[in-house]
């Protein structure tokens, strides 16, 4: 009795998750630089990111939440509000 091969998956999955991760990366990458060394507040950190990034404050706040590991996440805030 032969089993039958799963398929596999398509060639772009792969490709659109890495491309994710990649711009996360970058997210979390230009935070650090806006927030820590350039020392701009949290509200305006997260409004210039969806801006340049083209993602809601909402997505950028999930991308943050989502990178623990990341040392300049030690000091921002757990609740990101949406702005006005």
Not at 37 to 65: C, S
Request: overall charge positive; hydrophobic content about 35%; aromatic content about 6%.
């Amino acid at each position: 009795m032969s089993r039958a091969a799963h398929p596999s998956p398509p060639p772009f999955a792969h490709t659109r998750r890495s491309h994710r991760q990649g711009r996360d990366a970058a997210v979390v990458a230009r935070f650090t630089e806006l927030y820590q060394q350039q020392r701009l507040r949290i509200d305006d950190v997260i409004a210039q990111l969806a801006t340049e990034f083209f993602l809601t404050p909402r997505t950028i706040g999930r991308i943050l939440k989502r990178r623990p590991a990341a040392p300049s996440l030690s000091t921002a805030p757990t609740s990101i509000s949406r702005p006005n």
